[in-house]
C-alpha cells in the first residue's frame, strides 16, 4: 500500500480530531459500534416489511444470513434473508477503519399474516467471522394494519419531525415516548415527516469527520440516531430513537437534512474544499445568466441520457437535481435514506438494497437504467399510501424532486406532476384524507408574501426555500386538492419549521397538525454557526417571528384565497384559516398523536394531542394542547367537519 500524501494525512488527522471531540478516544473498535437492529418499517394488512441493519468487526464476509421468525397475534411465520454489505471502501485511507469493519443491511417482507394484530419478530444471524454472540439476535414488536377502521374501532398514529441525536444525549426522547407509549396511548403506527437526522450538523463534526468520507459520516449519523452507538469517552449509551423504532410499523419522508441544509439548493459546505466552493459559485453564476436568458415557455432540453448528471445549466435550473450531481455527498443521502428509511424504488421492484460505494459501477444503477431522452425517473418512493378504506392516509415527498428555479410556470416544481395526479386521484376517492408532508400546507405562496412583506418574504425565501415558494405547483396543487375534496373532510400533517400547532381552515374543512422538533438540533449547520447573528437579525426583518408567536390561538396562517390560482376569489371575505393552538415560542420539543375514532358508520372523530417532551420525561402531560373534532363522510362543506374542541393542559 502506497503511503498517504501530505493531504491524505491531513484528512486522516482531521478525521480522528472529529472522533476526539465526539469523545472516540480508542482507535477504529471504537469510532462506530457493532451489533444488530431490526425496525419495522410499512405494513399492509397481511404483511410487515423489516429492516434489518448489523454493524460486524473482523468480518471478511460479502453477504450474511438472516432468519426472521413473527410470531403472537399477528401469526407465525418464518423467512431466511440476506443481508448485503455497504460499501465504503475507498473512504478508509481518510477514516483509518479496518478492511473488516462492515455494515451489512437488507429490507425483507413477511406475508400471509393476520389483519390488525400486533406480534413480535424476531432476527437471527447465522454465524459469520467477527459476529459476537450477543449481536446475533435481534427483535422489534410488529404490527398489520386493519383493512379498514371498524364502527367501534379506533387507530392512533404518532407524528413527529426533526431529531438530533447531538442534543439527545440524555435519551430525553426514549424516556418520553414510553411515557406517551405506557401512560397516554401506544401508538399503532408512527408517521414521522423528515430531518430524522441531520446529516450536516453538527458544524464541529460536519467540518471535520464528514470532510471527505460522506458514506461514514452519514453511516454514524444513522447509526447513533437509530440507538445503537454508545456516545462520548464514558461510553454512555446513546438509545436515540431505538424505542420508537423499534414499536410498530413506519412511514418515512425526508427533508434537507437528511441531505443537507436547504437541499438541493446550493451549500458551499457540502462541497468541502475551497476550490469546489469556487466551482460551486461559478456554477451558481452559470445558472443564473443561463435563467436570465431563458424565455419564460421556451423548452428545456432533456438530457440524452439519464444516467450522468446534466452540465447544461438550464437543464440543473429547470429539471430535478440529479442525484449524482453533488458526486458522493448527494448519492451518499440517496442511498443511506434508501436503507434506514424509505426502501428505494429499486429495493422494492427488485428486493435488492443498496450497496453505497459498491454500486457507483454498477451499469444499470438508476438513473443509467431510466429511458433514454427523458428525465431521470426518482430513486426513493415519492407518494406512499395507507389505504384504511374510508381513511385514505398518503405521504407525499415534496423534497427530492425540487427544481433548483422556483418561478417558472411550466417547469419549476417541488415534485413531479404525476405524482400531485396521483395523490389528487386519491383524495378524489377519500371520504377521509390525512395528507403527510415534510412541511406546513397552510402557508401563504410566495407571491402573496412578497406583496404583504417584500423585505421579510425575500429574506425568508433566501434562508430555506418551501413548497409555497413554488407559486405555481403550489396553486395547482391546492387548486386540485379544494376540487377532488369537494367539501369532505381532510387532514394535513407537516414537520420541519421547529413549532408545533393545531391550525383549522373551516370552509374546506381543512385540520392541519404540525409537530416539530423531537430533539432541536443545536450547533446546526456550518452556515448558521457562522452567520448565527445575522439569520437572527433576518428573521426579525422577515415579519417579527423573532419576538412574536405566530401560532398562538387565533393567529391567522393562510387565506384560502391566496393558496389557489390568482384570480380565484374567496369563498368568504373572511375566509381564513387560523391557529387553534400551539406549545408556544422557544421551539419546545415535542410529540404528536393523531388518534381516529369511529363511534357510528358516517361519523369518525379526531383526536389531534401535541406533548411537550419535557413533560413527558417528567412523567406527564401538561402543557400538553389537545384538539377533538367531529368529521362526518355523509356530509360536505363546513358541515362535515365539526367545531374543534380545545383542550389546554397548562404546565
Not at 348 to 363: C, F, H, N, V, Y
Not at 401 to 422: G, I, N
Not at 483 to 503: E, F, K, L
Request: charged share 25%; hydrophobic share 35%; glycine share 10%.
Amino acid at each position: 500500500m502506497n503511503e498517504p500524501t501530505p493531504v491524505r494525512r491531513f484528512q486522516h488527522a482531521l478525521f480522528r480530531i472529529g472522533q476526539w471531540l465526539l469523545g472516540h478516544r480508542g482507535g477504529p473498535e471504537g469510532d462506530i459500534e457493532p451489533g444488530l437492529a431490526v425496525v419495522g418499517k410499512d405494513a399492509g394488512p397481511r404483511h410487515v416489511r423489516l429492516w434489518i441493519g448489523t454493524l460486524v468487526h473482523g468480518c471478511d464476509a460479502d453477504t450474511l444470513t438472516a432468519t426472521v421468525t413473527v410470531t403472537g397475534g399477528a401469526g407465525d411465520a418464518t423467512v431466511t434473508t440476506t443481508l448485503l454489505r455497504f460499501g465504503f471502501d475507498s473512504e478508509r485511507a481518510v477514516t483509518g477503519w479496518k478492511p473488516t469493519t462492515r455494515f451489512f443491511h437488507g429490507h425483507v417482507v413477511v406475508d400471509h399474516l393476520a389483519p390488525d394484530a400486533w406480534g413480535e419478530a424476531t432476527v437471527e444471524l447465522a454465524p459469520a467471522p467477527g459476529l459476537r454472540e450477543e449481536h446475533c439476535r435481534a427483535s422489534c414488536r410488529v404490527r398489520t394494519l386493519p383493512a379498514r377502521i371498524p364502527v367501534g374501532g379506533a387507530l392512533t398514529a404518532l407524528v413527529g419531525s426533526c431529531y438530533d441525536a447531538d442534543t439527545d444525549s440524555t435519551n430525553a426522547l426514549d424516556t418520553a415516548f414510553r411515557t406517551l407509549r405506557d401512560r397516554v396511548a401506544a401508538p399503532d403506527l408512527t408517521l414521522l415527516t423528515g430531518d430524522q437526522v441531520y446529516a450536516d450538523a453538527p458544524a464541529k463534526f460536519y467540518g471535520t469527520m464528514a470532510r471527505r468520507t460522506p458514506r461514514t459520516y452519514g453511516l454514524l449519523e444513522y447509526w447513533t440516531s437509530w440507538g445503537m452507538q454508545t456516545y462520548g469517552h464514558r461510553r454512555r449509551v446513546h438509545k436515540g430513537m431505538g424505542a420508537l423504532l423499534r414499536h410498530g410499523p413506519h412511514w418515512f419522508l425526508p427533508d434537507d437534512h437528511e441531505f443537507w441544509n436547504n437541499w438541493p439548493h446550493a451549500s458551499v459546505t457540502a462541497r468541502h474544499s475551497y476550490a469546489n466552493i469556487a466551482r460551486a459559485g461559478r456554477g451558481g453564476l452559470r445558472r443564473r445568466l443561463a435563467v436570465l436568458r431563458h424565455e419564460s415557455g421556451t423548452e428545456v432540453p432533456v438530457p440524452e441520457d439519464p444516467g450522468p448528471p446534466p452540465s447544461d445549466p438550464l437543464v440543473q435550473s429547470y429539471h430535478p437535481v440529479h442525484p449524482d450531481e453533488w458526486d458522493a455527498w448527494g448519492r451518499a443521502a440517496f442511498d443511506l435514506f434508501g436503507s434506514f428509511q424509505t426502501p428505494s424504488v429499486r429495493d422494492r421492484d427488485t428486493g435488492r438494497i443498496t450497496r453505497g460505494e459498491l454500486d457507483d459501477t454498477d451499469p444499470h444503477r438508476p438513473p443509467r437504467h431510466d429511458p433514454r431522452g427523458e428525465v431521470h425517473r426518482p430513486l426513493n418512493q415519492v407518494v406512499q399510501r395507507i389505504d384504511l378504506d374510508q381513511v385514505q392516509v398518503v405521504l407525499l415527498d415534496t423534497r427530492t424532486r425540487r427544481t433548483r428555479q422556483t418561478e417558472d410556470p411550466r417547469y419549476s416544481s417541488f415534485v413531479d406532476d404525476a405524482a400531485v395526479d396521483r395523490v389528487l386521484a386519491i383524495a378524489a376517492d377519500a371520504p377521509v384524507l390525512v395528507l403527510v408532508s415534510p412541511q406546513p400546507m397552510l402557508v401563504p405562496p410566495y407571491r402573496t408574501r412578497l406583496r404583504e412583506r417584500p423585505i421579510g418574504a425575500r429574506v425568508e425565501k433566501a434562508l430555506d426555500v418551501g413548497i409555497a415558494d413554488y407559486p405555481d405547483q403550489y396553486a395547482r396543487l391546492w387548486d386540485g386538492l379544494v376540487t377532488a375534496r369537494d367539501g369532505r373532510p381532510t387532514v394535513t400533517v407537516g414537520g420541519d419549521i421547529h413549532s408545533s400547532y393545531v391550525g383549522h381552515a373551516p370552509s374546506l374543512p381543512l385540520l392541519e397538525v404540525v409537530s416539530s422538533p423531537m430533539s432541536l438540533v443545536a450547533g446546526s449547520t456550518l452556515f448558521e454557526t457562522l452567520f448565527a447573528m445575522p439569520a437572527r437579525l433576518f428573521r426579525a426583518m422577515s415579519g417579527g417571528s423573532a419576538t412574536r408567536d405566530p401560532y398562538a390561538p387565533g393567529a391567522p396562517l393562510a387565506r384560502v384565497g391566496d393558496l389557489r390560482s390568482r384570480g380565484v376569489p374567496l369563498l368568504r371575505p373572511d375566509d381564513t384559516a387560523v391557529s387553534l393552538d400551539g406549545l408556544g415560542r422557544g421551539n419546545p420539543e415535542a410529540l404528536g398523536l393523531l388518534s381516529l375514532s369511529r363511534p357510528e358508520e358516517h361519523r369518525f372523530v379526531l383526536t389531534a394531542a401535541l406533548h411537550r417532551r419535557a413533560s413527558l420525561v417528567a412523567g406527564h402531560t401538561r402543557g400538553s394542547r389537545e384538539v377533538t373534532v367531529e368529521l362526518r363522510t355523509d356530509r360536505r362543506g363546513p358541515e362535515a367537519m365539526g367545531v374543534p374542541e380545545v383542550i389546554r393542559r397548562e404546565p
